[in-house]
């Protein structure tokens, strides 16, 4: 078996949330294995160990770019230490110039986009040129480029941290943002059903197994169980079959057909998603629970 580090155990409550020893017990059953350690985790302790999924774990902003006939859009992630960087004209500047070169230019990576041209100078050489004056690191992340097949529409919350990019057919223009926004606020995984990942339904399925094992469900009513477990979680991660944000009493879908309109696609940027992020004191934090269990 694999040792155990405090690096792994870590890692493992960085990512769910859940009590320390609990991470480490979880990966002990794992064997070292992390992913199963989660899915341990999420049935042992449900949501709570699912909870960070939605903590932003660096700062930065997204640039967003919509053209004037709102056919062509980008979003353009940039990553800084501090918030307080993320605020800075020259860095906002910098994104929203980066998500015009997206749709514009269309380059094939960041290296590419990296090397496209704003008023003489190329986005890295803006990007190097912010880190001496500024004096702190910064790193361009990621972009999409979106070719509508109807209109876009956008919204951005706190503080360009979340940004959502709707494609829109039909329907009017207030439909449009109030659709945006509800990605932007609800962060579904996918459009409907069949665009979400079948390895994420099959964890969804072990998990809800285990946990009515545990709970002393009967065998035969396992399956059953687990099968009405997957298909509330399909509910609430696809934008089709959320209740919608101001007024819960209808889905998404149900709106879009009542207004004859139908969403194509959508894309939604939360900064700092999946990146680690540096724990304020992880030695402090292992001395006081290591003091807190001796007191019990």
Not at 139 to 144: C, K, L, M, P, Q
Not at 172 to 187: G, N, P, Q, T
């Amino acid at each position: 078996m694999a040792a155990i580090t405090a690096a792994m155990v870590k890692d493992l409550r960085q990512k769910t949330d859940a009590p320390m020893m609990e991470c480490k017990k979880a990966l002990v059953a794992a064997e070292g294995d992390f992913a199963k350690a989660e899915e341990i985790l999420r049935v042992k302790l449900g949501n709570k160990a699912n909870k960070a999924a939605a903590r932003v774990a660096a700062e930065g902003i997204v640039g967003v770019y919509v053209s004037d006939d709102r056919k062509l859009g980008a979003l353009f992630e940039v990553n800084s230490e501090t918030d307080f960087v993320a605020k800075n004209p020259d860095f906002v500047a910098m994104a929203e110039a980066g998500a015009r070169l997206v749709a514009e230019k269309n380059p094939a990576d960041i290296a590419a986009l990296s090397a496209l041209t704003v008023d003489g100078k190329s986005l890295e050489e803006i990007r190097t040129g912010l880190v001496g004056k500024i004096g702190e690191n910064m790193s361009f992340r990621r972009f999409i480029r979106v070719e509508a097949q109807g209109r876009l529409d956008t919204y951005v919350h706190g503080g360009a941290k979340i940004a959502a990019m709707v494609d829109m057919i039909g329907g009017d223009d207030e439909l449009a943002h109030d659709v945006a926004m509800h990605i932007a606020a609800s962060k579904p995984k996918a459009l409907d059903e069949n665009g979400v990942p079948a390895e994420l339904i099959e964890s969804e399925r072990r998990i809800a197994i285990e946990k009515a094992r545990e709970s002393g469900k009967p065998e035969n009513l396992v399956e059953r169980i687990a099968e009405g477990s997957v298909k509330k979680f399909l509910k609430e991660v696809t934008l089709l079959n959320q209740p919608f944000v101001k007024d819960d009493k209808i889905t998404v879908g149900q709106l879009l057909k009542s207004k004859g309109a139908t969403c194509a696609a959508f894309y939604l940027f939360v900064v700092g998603e999946g990146i680690e992020k540096k724990s304020d004191d992880f030695a402090a934090e292992v001395a006081a629970q290591v003091a807190a269990s001796k007191q019990a």
